[in-house]
C-alpha cells in the first residue's frame, strides 16, 4: 500500500473515532441532564412535603412555625427556574445536533469525509452548547439542597431555642 492510502486510512480511522467518541458523549451528557431534572423533581416533591408537614405541625412548633418556610421557599425558588425553563441557560431546548435528514440531504452528494467531519463539528458544538445548560441547572440544584440542608436545622434550631 502506498504511504499516502495509510495516512489517509488512518485520519478516517481517527474521524470516525472521534465521531463515535462525541456521540457518545453527547448521549451521556443527555442522560445526565435527565438524571438531573429528575433529582430536580424530587426536590420539589420533597419541598413540597416539609411545607405540608410544617403546616400540619405548626400548633406543635411554637411561634417560630414559619422559620423552615424561608428556606423551602428560597430552596424551591432555586428548582423552580430550571423546572420551568426560566432565565436564558434552561429556556433553549437540548442541543442535540443538527436534523438527521437535512444533514444528509446536504452532504449525501459529497466526498464522505466532509460530511463526517462536518459531523463531529456539530455534534461537538452540540455538547459545547448543552455543557453551559447542564452546569446551571446543576449549580440550581445544589444551591436548592445546600439551602434545605443548612436553612432546615437552623430552623429547627430556633425553634427548639424558643
Known amino acids: 500500500m ?3 492510502a495509510t ?7 481517527l474521524l470516525g473515532d472521534s465521531l463515535a467518541l462525541a456521540r457518545t458523549q453527547l448521549a451521556s451528557q443527555i442522560a445526565d441532564e435527565n438524571s438531573l431534572d429528575g433529582r430536580t423533581m424530587g426536590t420539589l416533591g420533597f419541598s413540597g412535603a416539609l411545607l405540608a408537614a410544617d403546616l400540619v405541625a405548626r400548633g406543635l412548633l411554637g411561634p ?17 427556574r430550571p423546572a420551568l425553563a426560566i432565565g436564558s441557560n434552561f429556556a433553549r431546548p437540548t442541543d442535540i445536533g443538527p436534523p438527521a435528514d437535512e ?3 446536504t452532504f449525501a452528494d459529497g466526498p464522505p469525509t466532509v460530511g463526517r467531519e462536518q459531523m463531529l463539528d456539530s455534534v461537538s458544538k452540540a455538547v459545547a452548547n448543552n455543557g453551559r445548560r447542564f452546569t446551571a441547572k446543576r449549580r ?16 429547627a434550631l430556633l425553634i427548639v431555642l424558643a
Not at 423551602?72 to 423552580?80: E, F, H, R, S, Y
Open 140 to 155: 440550581a440544584l445544589q444551591a436548592a439542597l445546600v439551602i434545605l440542608a443548612f436553612g432546615l436545622p437552623a430552623a
Open 7 to 13: 495516512a489517509d486510512n488512518n485520519a478516517q480511522d
Open 103 to 105: 444533514f444528509y440531504s
Open 64 to 80: 417560630y412555625w414559619w422559620t423552615p418556610l424561608i428556606a423551602i421557599a428560597v430552596a424551591t425558588l432555586c428548582c423552580l
Open 2 to 4: 502506498p504511504p499516502h
